[in-house]
C-alpha cells in the first residue's frame, strides 16, 4: 500500500452495483488492492463475493445494468475508469491488460482455426507480415508448451481438449505482451493433472517475462502455489490483503481464518476443519457493519453498526475488522 | 412450526404455500408489461365473447338490403356488409364461434399432443420410433391443404373444423413436449426418484409431467393465435364455418371484393384478429417466465 | 478385516456413441467393507459416476455382477431391485438439480418413507420427516420450502435426508460437495461423518478433490480410464503410492502450503479417450516407467501385501 512506484494496479475504494428486477445487488462495496509489477497476486473468495466483476471492471467489460458509485482504478499512473470505451478498446485491452476465463471454450471462436485467432490479435499489436505472424504464433504456442504447434494451428477449438484450449488462450494474450494479465478461474474446468500443466507454464512465462497477474480462484490450494500475496473477498469486500505465507500461518481476520481452516489439506483431520454456520449473504441488502458478523462468533456490537477500516497490521497486511483495533494495529 | 405436530398442520402450511405460489406467478405475470397487455386483450376478447348478445347494437343476422355497405356512422358504429347486416354485431358475435373454435382445437390437438409427447419422450425406444414417424409424415403435408381435404370430406362445421386442424396439430405439442420431457429425463432428480425406488409410473406422474406442466400451459397459449388464424383461413377459404354463421374469416373473404369502396367489413374483422392474436402470444410469453419457478427467486 | 458389504466383479459399462463403444466402465473389481468410507478418485470422465450409477442399475451395466450380501444385485427382478435400492442410498453432485422443483422438502422425504413403507400413519411419517431433517442440521421449518428457497448446502442437506430416508446400509456420494462453498462444504461433511457412526453406514465417496479424500476415507481406490488402477489405505497410499499414475497424480494437487510448490508437471499429455482405449496398459501412452510388456499385456489388479492392490507391471514386479 505505501510503496506506490512499484505498484503496476491500484484500486481504491471501488463500489458498484448491479440495477436488477429484484433490487440494487451491491456487487463491489469499498473495494481496495494492489498489485506489485511483476507479481501474482491473488484474488479469493467464494462464489457471488465479486470477484469476477472486480476482474472486468478493471477491463470496464461490465454489463449495462452495471454503475459504479464511487473509487478509482489506477493503472500506471492513469485512472481506467475515467477512459472512454474507445480509448479502452485502443490502448488497454488485449494489449496493456489481458484476460482469460473460466470456460476455454466459450472464449475461443468455434468457427475459425487456432492460427486464424492467434495471427488476428498478433496483427493487432506487432504485424509482422503473413510469414512472420505464423512464426510468432508458433512461438507462443511451443512456448506454452503445446505439443507440435505447426499441427495445432490447423485444428478449430473443439477439436482441443480443455487444458490445451485454455493454454491456446494464454497464447493469444501474451502474443501481445500485455504488462496486466487477469486470470479468472483459468483452472477450474480442468482435471489436476492439466491444472498442474497450466500453472506451471503460468508461473515460467511469469517469471521470463515479468508480468504481473492477478490470479482470480476459490482455490487456496492453487493461490498457494502460484501466488505471493493474496486479497481475501468476502460479500464484495476486501476483508485481509496479506502474503501468501501470511495467509496459511498468521491470518488474522475471523473470515479468513475460518475460510483457510476449511480446506481440507491445510488441516488432515476432519474434527480440525472449520466450519462457517449460515450461507454466504445475498448482495441485495447485505448484512448493515461488517458484512460478515451474521456468521462470525467473535462479532461484537459495533460489528452491526459500522463498517470496519482496513488497518495495516505489518507493511504486507491489511485487515478490516474490528477486533484489529485490540491487537495494536495503526491506521 | 413446532418441531412436533401432526400431518394436518403440515398439510395447511403446504396448501397455503400452493396457493403462494399462485399468487408469485401472478406477481411475476405482474411485472410484465406485455403479459399484463395480452392478459387485457384477452380478457376483453373473452368478456366480448361472452355478453355478445347484451353488447351488440343489433341482431348480428338481420339484412337490410336497402342499407348495403354503409360507412360507418352512429347507427352502425363500423359499418354494414353486402347484406346490410352490421358488422360490429357479426364481429362481436363471431368472436364467440371464434374463442369456441379455438378453445376447441387446443384442447382436442393439446390433449393428443401431450400425450403422445409425453409418452414417446418418457418411454422411448419403439414407441417413440413410432410417434415421432407420425408426427414427420403428418407435417410433411401442407396444413391447410390437408385440412380443407378433411373438411371437403367430412363436411363443414365446427367439430369438422377442429378435427381438420387438430390432425395435423398436435404434432406441433408433441414434439415441443417431447424434448422437454428429454431434458427433464436427464435432471438428476429424475435419477434420484429412481433411487428411492419410485416406479416409472410415478417418476412420470410425479417428476417429469409436473415439470412438463408449464411448457404445455404456454405451448397452449402460444398456439391459440396459431388456431384461430388457421381456423379463419378455412372460413376465409370457404370451409370453415357455414355462412351466415358470422366468422372473421368469412367476413374478410366476404369484405374483399370491396376492399377500396368498402374497407370497413374485411379490415375490422382483420383487426380483430390481430387484436386476439397478439394478446394470446403476449400472455403466452409473459406465462413461460412467470410459471418458471427458478426465475427471480426471491 | 471385515467382510465385504457390497461385492463388485468385473463389473462393465460399455455406450454406443457415432464413433465406437465408449468404455466408460470396464472390468472393476471392488469390495466395499462394512462400515469404511471408500474414497474414489480419478479424473474428469475416468468412470467414476458411471461406476456407481452402474452399480444401483441407474442404467444397466453391460457385463460383471454386483453381490450385496452375497445376493447378486444385477440378476434381481424390478421387485426385488426396488427392495434393493432400499438398501443402497445415493447423493447426487449438483444439488440445484437432484430436487424435484415441484416438490416441497416434505413431499421429497416423505415419497422414500412411503414407497417402502417404513413408517406408518401421518403423524409418525411426519415426525420421521422432522428426524430426518434433524439428522441434517435442518428443522422443520425447512419442510414447507422448495428447493429453490434453500441455499446450495441446504440443498444437499436434504438430498442426503432423502437418501438416508430409505434407511439405507451403504451410502453412494457423487462428488456431494464439489457444487459448495469450502465454508459449507465441512458442515456436511461433518454431518457425514456422525450420520455415518450413529446409523453404522458404509460410504463410497466420490471426489476429485484428493485432499479431501485423504481427510475423510479409510482406504481409497484410484481409476484411471474405466479401471482401478490402484487401491488401499489411505495413509499407505499416500504415503507410498505405487501405481505411476496415482504418483503422478498425487504429485499434480496443489497443495495448501506455500512451501509446496508443483515444480514440474508430474504428468505429461491427456487422458486419451475411452473410445480406443489403447492396448496393453492404459496408461503407458503417458507412463515414465513403462517397460515393453506394457504396452502388449494388460496389468490386472495385483496383491501387493495387506488390502492394498496395484494394477501395474512395473510396481508389481519392484516388490515381488
Ligand atoms: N450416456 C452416455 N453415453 C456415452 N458416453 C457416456 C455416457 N455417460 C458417460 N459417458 C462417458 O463415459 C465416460 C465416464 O463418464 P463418467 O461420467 O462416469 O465420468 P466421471 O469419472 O464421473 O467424471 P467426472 O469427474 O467428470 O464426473 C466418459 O468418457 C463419458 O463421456
Ligand atoms: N450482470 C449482472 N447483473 C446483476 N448482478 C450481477 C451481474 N454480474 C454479477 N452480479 C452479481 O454480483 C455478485 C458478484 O459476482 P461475481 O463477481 O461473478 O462473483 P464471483 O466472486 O463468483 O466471481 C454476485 O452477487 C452476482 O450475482
Ligand atoms: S468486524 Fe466484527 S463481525 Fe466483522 S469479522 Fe471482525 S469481529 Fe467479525
Ligand atoms: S503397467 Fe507399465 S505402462 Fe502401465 S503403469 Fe505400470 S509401468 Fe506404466
Ligand atoms: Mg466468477
Ligand atoms: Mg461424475
Redesign the pocket.
Known sequence: MKTKTKDILRIRDLALS?D?EEGE?E?LDGVAFSIKNSSVSGLI?E????????GLTILGLL?E??RIKRGEIIYKRENLLTKKEEELEREIRGKEIAMIFQDPGSSLNPVFTVENQITESIKMYRNAGAKGNKEIAIEQLERVKLPDAANLLKRYPHELSGGMKQRVMIAMMLACNPSLLIADEPTTALDVSIQAQFINVLRELQSDLGTSILYITHDLAVISEICNSVSVMYAGRIVEDLPVETLFNDPIHPYTKKLVYSVPGVKTKLEDLEEIPGSVPR?INPPAGCRFHPRCDKAKAICSQETPNPVSVEPDHCVACHLISDRGGKQ | MKTTGDKREIDRELRRQRTSQLYLIWLRLKRNKLAVIGLVFVLIMVFIALFSPWISPHNPYATRPLRKREAPSLEFPLGTDSLGRCVLSRLFSGSRIALQIGILIILFEGSIGIFLGLISGFFGGWVDEIVMRLVDILRSFPVIVLAMAIAGIMGQGIYNVVIALGIVGWTTYARMIRSRILSIKEESYVEAAYCIGEPSYSVLLRYVLPNALPTAIVMMAIMMPTALIASATLSFLGVGVQPPTPSWGSMISAGRDYLLEAPWISSFAGLFIMFTVLGFNFLGDGLRDSLDPTTKQR | MTDPLLEIVDLKKYFNSPKGKVKAVDGVDLNILKGETLGLVGESGCGKSTLVRATLRLIEPTDGKVFLRGENVLAFSRKRLVEARGQMGMVFQDPHSSLNPRMTVAEILRRPLKIHNLVQGKGQIYNRTVELLETMGLSAEHMIRYPHELSGGQKQRVGVARALAVEPRILLLDEPTSALDVSVQTKILKLLRNTMERLDLTYVFISHDINLIRTISDRIAVMYLGKIVEIGEVDEVFADPLHPYTQGLFKSVPRPDPEHNIRKPPLTGEVPSPIDPPAGCNFAPRCPQKIQQCEKEEPNLKSMGKDREVACWVATEKNV
Open positions: 448491479f436488477t445487488v456487487a473468495g462464489t457471488g463475493c465479486g470477484k469476477s466483476v472486480t454489463d445494468n452495471a448482495l
